[in-house]
């Protein structure tokens, strides 16, 4: 039971932080290449690293093993740790997070001027 707990907290833990710094290096090379200047300053990228890593780890990690572990049946010794269906969830999420940020990096600023007038014309 407690074995299974671990492979599963790895694999959490693995996808987390996968889908994680994907996105952020993603957006760090593509703003550097397309604005001139990196979104993410290497501090930030340090502190975003240590915060999410230390976070993740200790709400991945201290999970209790449940009963209905057991239930289910054991993983291979050559099954790979990332499976597909993992793979699936990391692109997925990645390509959600990228939307958002390169939403909010190139097109922020409009749609924040627009809510600003909107309020203005309301008398808000």
């Not at 999420?93 to 940020?101: K, M």
Request: hydrophobic share 50%; with cysteine; aromatic share 8%.
């Amino acid at each position: 039971m407690w074995g299974r707990n671990v492979y599963d907290s790895i694999s959490k833990f693995l996808q987390f932080q996968l889908t994680v710094n994907i996105v952020a290096v993603i957006v760090a090379f593509t703003g550097a290449c397309i604005t001139q200047d990196s979104p993410l300053k290497a501090v930030q990228m340090l502190w975003v690293n240590l915060i999410m890593d230390t976070f993740a780890s200790l709400a991945l990690a201290t999970e209790p093993p449940t009963e209905a572990l057991l239930l289910r049946k054991p993983y291979g010794r050559n099954k790979p740790l990332i499976s597909r269906t993992m793979m699936k969830n990391i692109l997925g999420h990645a390509v959600y997070q990228l939307t958002l940020i390169f939403t909010l990096l190139f097109v922020g600023e409009k749609l924040a001027q627009t809510q600003c007038s909107a309020h203005k014309q309301l008398g808000c």
